[in-house]
């Protein structure tokens, strides 16, 4: 069972590059993936091979049986995916294969002349990448799906950004000025390859302006069955949309309520929004500049970790080094992380996408997110899977993980570290509250606008109404309290990612539930730290795999 989920790995990889460079599996990093209707058909071969295979073969143990379980429902959707054809038409702000090629190099050394002349041999492939992405997404037009206008408009722009035809000099030719301890040669290829990336990238903004943009629909809704798609491949779960819908407006309103009582404590008669405006003006909440925001990051980041170590969390010592990062412009307003590669030469990485022209930032919003995507978020969590080589198969550590289970624990981390103490400061904590609430406003969103839903009575918000793209900005610019730059992308981002933002509040339900009932079997003998190092030693997985492994786990 584990040699067949290795196996379908390594063949991932060799069909996938820019995959493997993403999860640190070498030998790829001179190539970029074929994007053409050819390769996304060569990889749903692989992935119906596999799973033939893997549906053929008996379990020998319950380590066996669980790695089979994992596989075959994530395969299984995947294929489902690409027999629907959606692979093929995947375009937008967030994740699509536009930014994968770009964003493919913030993964890659860049230590020697070596590392240099692989980049420049991957870069040289960009303008073949990008021609087969042409191709597929004009094969997926030909079959009626294009994404919405709203997305190919706000790629393009991503793609000019990139190719240096907005304020800077472009992604490629940045990268490559700051190679060091190259020969003339060298610097040449770079050069050359740098300028042809950044043309096809001009080139495919144009295509998608003049060519695409034509096709696209302006309707930014995908409707209840490709959201239920969708859905399902960010969460492993099969949800009632109308009772998550439902549930959204009930954990926004309690979070709400949670907020406007911290809000008194800081500003006495205070709005959630004046609350935030008298943060905001706190000089103890200010960073200026930067590489001063960068290192506050790396600060909070480490002591976290050296604070979990031990008396909260069994972190071993690859798992201690995260870096923080400022990512390269261009790219949607907020942060992400990056992986650590399968061997731990590469670490893990967060990175913050900022604002053009910002140079000032506030903490108190920030203390939870650095959290969540540190630790004991996404990189204890993904970092540890990755560590655990002895009990798991390649596929288990490296390519499992669901938006669900990942996103889903780090939401469930950051109101963890209050009860852990780290957020006794009251600014940290509305930070951390109004995180909650904006994770809640997904859900209500994200469902409400793709599937058109009613708002109902009793909310104090057009109720009544149906959803729509600006009426979904309103509400998060006039119920949260989320800085408005990171809104405004937020709502592109939705609207091109249906299922993905309900899946870190869907995900945390799930998290919190199975703790309450692995305390509840357990009585006194529960013990929280036992249940987390067990939990994460089980690696990624969709949500309805997740609750029945943590249900067995006493």
């Not at 770009?102 to 303008?127: G, H, L, Q």
């Not at 799906?145 to 990139?162: D, F, M, N, P, Y």
């Not at 200010?286 to 290192?295: D, M, P, Y």
């Not at 930032?361 to 969540?372: A, I, L």
Request: aromatic share 10%; hydrophobic share 45%; with cysteine.
């Amino acid at each position: 069972m584990h040699q067949i989920c290795d196996r379908y790995v390594d063949d991932y990889a060799a069909a996938d590059p820019v995959a493997a460079t993403t999860y640190g599996i070498s030998g790829y990093d001179d190539q970029l993936t074929d994007y053409s209707p050819a390769g996304h058909a060569a990889r749903a071969a692989i992935a119906a091979r596999a799973l033939a295979d893997i549906e053929a073969a008996e379990p020998a143990d319950d380590g066996e049986r669980a790695a089979k379980a994992v596989f075959t429902e994530r395969l299984g959707l995947q294929l489902e995916i690409h027999e629907a054809g959606l692979d093929l038409a995947v375009l937008n702000v967030i994740e699509s294969p536009v930014q994968e090629v770009r964003m493919v190099f913030d993964y890659m050394a860049t230590d020697t002349a070596e590392d240099w002349a692989t980049i420049a041999a991957r870069m040289a492939r960009v303008p073949e990448a990008l021609a087969g992405l042409r191709a597929s997404l004009l094969a997926a037009a030909d079959a009626g799906r294009v994404s919405a206008l709203r997305q190919v408009g706000k790629v393009a722009e991503q793609a000019e950004t990139w190719a240096g035809l907005k304020d800077d000099d472009g992604f490629f030719e940045t990268l490559v000025a700051g190679a060091k301890d190259v020969d003339d040669k060298l610097r040449a290829e770079l050069g050359q390859a740098a300028h042809a990336a950044q043309e096809a990238y001009a080139e495919f903004a144009g295509f998608l302006r003049a060519e695409l943009a034509p096709l696209a629909p302006v309707k930014d809704a995908v409707g209840a069955e490709v959201y239920r798609l969708w859905s399902r491949l960010f969460t492993g779960a099969t949800f009632d949309l109308d009772e998550a819908y439902a549930w959204g407006w009930a954990e926004f309103t309690r979070i709400e309520t949670e907020m406007r009582e911290v809000a008194g404590r800081i500003k006495p008669g205070a709005t959630l929004a004046e609350a935030a405006a008298a943060l905001d003006a706190d000089p103890k909440y200010v960073v200026r500049g930067r590489a001063e925001f960068q290192a506050w990051m790396q600060n909070l980041s480490d002591n976290a970790l050296k604070s979990l170590r031990g008396k909260h969390f069994d972190i071993s010592d690859r798992v201690m080094a995260l870096e923080c990062k400022i990512a390269p412009p261009g790219g949607t307003v907020g942060a992400y992380y990056t992986g650590p590669s399968e061997d731990f030469s590469r670490p893990g990485r967060m990175w913050w996408s900022l604002p053009q022209g910002r140079d000032e930032f506030t903490t108190w919003r920030e203390v939870s997110t650095v959290y969540h995507e540190g630790a004991p978020g996404h990189h204890l969590q993904i970092a540890t899977a990755v560590d655990q080589s002895e009990s798991l198969n390649k596929y288990q550590r490296l390519l499992a993980f669901t938006s669900g289970h990942a996103e889903g624990w780090a939401l469930y981390s950051e109101r963890l570290m209050e009860d852990l103490g780290f957020l006794a400061d009251d600014g940290e904590l509305f930070g951390m509250l109004s995180e909650q609430l904006f994770r809640a406003a997904r859900v209500i969103v994200d469902i409400g606008m793709h599937l058109e839903l009613e708002i109902p009575a009793g909310t104090g918000f057009h109720e009544g109404e149906r959803w729509t793209p600006e009426l979904g900005l309103e509400f998060m610019l006039t119920r949260t309290v989320t800085d408005s730059a990171h809104v405004h992308d937020e709502i592109d981002r939705y609207l091109g990612w249906p299922g993905q933002a309900p899946s870190y509040k869907l995900g945390e339900r799930l998290w919190l539930t199975a703790r309450e009932e692995a305390r509840e079997r357990q009585g006194d003998a529960f013990d929280i730290k036992q249940f987390h190092t067990r939990a994460l030693a089980l690696g990624g997985m969709g949500l309805d795999t997740l609750r029945e492994m943590l249900a067995a786990l006493d």
